[in-house]
C-alpha cells in the first residue's frame, strides 16, 4: 500500500510559477525501490484527468505536448518525493493536479492516487 500526499497548489497569475510537492509513504524501500513510476495528472473543472507528466524509477521522463518546455518533472529519493515545477503558467493549466504511483507486484499493477492539490491560473 503506498499513500501520496500533494501539496504546493495555489493562485497565480499568469506566467507565473508553483512547485507541486508528491510525497510517497508506504512502501518498503521508497521511491526508488517499490514504486515503478510515478506521474502527475491533471483535471479541469467538468473535464477529464489527463497525464501531464511521469517520472520512471530509472530517471526517464515524460511529458505530455501542452506542457513540454514549461513543466519540469524531477525527484528526490531520499525525502520519496517527486516534484512539478511549473513554469510560464496559463489560465489553461487551471486544473486539479494529482499524483499517481505505479507499482508492479507479482506481475500485476497497481496504481495509487493521491488528495489532489488546486492549481488557479489568472489572466
Known amino acids: 500500500q503506498v499513500q501520496l500526499v500533494e501539496s504546493g497548489g495555489g493562485l497565480v497569475q499568469a506566467g507565473g510559477s508553483l512547485r507541486l510537492s508528491c510525497v510517497a509513504s508506504?512502501?518498503?524501500?521508497?521511491?526508488?525501490?517499490?514504486?515503478?513510476?510515478i506521474a502527475w495528472y491533471r483535471q479541469p473543472p467538468g473535464k477529464q484527468r489527463d497525464e501531464v507528466a511521469s517520472i520512471q524509477k530509472i530517471g526517464t521522463t515524460n511529458y505530455a505536448y501542452s506542457v513540454k518546455g514549461r513543466f519540469t518533472i524531477s525527484r528526490d529519493n531520499a525525502k520519496n518525493t517527486v516534484y512539478l515545477q511549473m513554469n510560464n503558467l496559463k489560465p489553461e493549466d487551471t486544473a486539479v493536479y494529482y499524483c499517481?504511483?505505479?507499482?508492479?507486484?507479482?506481475?500485476?499493477?497497481?496504481?495509487?492516487w493521491g488528495q489532489g492539490t488546486q492549481v488557479t491560473v489568472s489572466s
Open positions: 499517481q504511483a505505479r507499482v508492479i507486484i507479482g506481475g500485476k499493477w497497481y496504481f495509487y
Open positions: 508506504g512502501s518498503t524501500s521508497g521511491i526508488t525501490t517499490d514504486i515503478n513510476e
